[in-house]
């Protein structure tokens, strides 16, 4: 059984600082991963992928992924209050149409 | 331009009854999909298609039926609702790395 764990949160931060959102995996065949921020009413935006150990940096985002601890993390950088959404981790065993395995999200609060 | 579009965004209807939720998407992807996403807001995989073809029946019952007459379009029947269909579900596509793109989601309420 494929298993994608997170903390739900509310993970609250104020503006200006660094949230760290974590993510565990429980099968070790994952090849790849993602990271979606949903807005309440909306629908997932991919935000981050990450494919490889080590760290991906995008703008204020970074992903880190460690596949020996089967650990996906999402580092926000200069956290803004429209940041606040909630951001689901998803794992998948290969690219093409292999399916998303979704974590149930973690609420991120940016307070002014 | 929209790249996944979903029609309804909004169904109620009665338990018992028959809807369909449709799907569209212009950005040439191959694979399209059907997630449910609960009160929990927990977003689950039912199906998926390639090239029109099933690729992945989740347990899902089979009062749910995906259609997709062409790769741009996928299409979800659902027969004699029940209480517990009421979710919001949502459409996606994606190409070969494995990306997926969602559509606005439509909100289904059965009474």
């Known amino acids: 059984q494929k298993e994608v764990e997170q903390n739900s949160g509310p993970l609250s931060v104020p503006e200006g600082a660094i949230a760290s959102l974590n993510c565990t995996y429980s099968?070790?065949?994952?090849?790849?991963f993602f990271w979606y921020r949903q807005y309440s009413g909306k629908s997932p935006e991919l935000i981050m992928f990450?494919?490889?150990?080590g760290d991906k940096e995008d703008g204020r985002f970074t992903a880190q992924l460690n596949k020996a601890s089967q650990y996906v993390s999402l580092l926000i950088r200069d956290s803004q209050p429209s940041d606040s959404a909630t951001y689901l981790c998803?794992?998948?065993?290969?690219?093409?149409?292999?399916?998303?395995?979704f974590g149930k999200g973690t609420m991120l609060l940016v307070s002014p | 331009d929209t790249a996944v579009s979903q029609t309804p965004k909004y169904l109620v209807t009665q338990m018992g009854n028959d809807k369909s939720i449709k799907c569209e998407q212009n950005?040439?992807?191959?694979?399209m999909y059907w997630y449910k996403q609960d009160s929990k807001k927990f977003l689950k995989i039912m199906f998926s298609?390639?090239?029109?073809?099933?690729?992945i029946n989740e347990t899902v019952p089979n009062r749910f039926s995906p259609k997709s007459p062409d790769k741009a379009h996928l299409n979800l029947h659902i027969n004699s609702l029940e209480l517990g269909d009421s979710a919001v579900y949502f459409c996606?596509?994606?190409?070969?790395?494995?990306?997926?793109?969602f559509g606005p989601g439509t909100r289904l309420t059965v009474l």
């Open positions: 996606a596509s994606s190409q070969d790395t494995g990306e997926q793109f």
């Open positions: 298609y390639n090239n029109k073809e099933l690729i």
């Open positions: 950005l040439g992807h191959d694979t």
């Open positions: 998803a794992v998948t065993l290969f690219s093409g149409y292999s399916t998303l395995t």
């Open positions: 990450i494919y490889s150990n």
């Open positions: 099968d070790r065949g994952s090849q790849s």
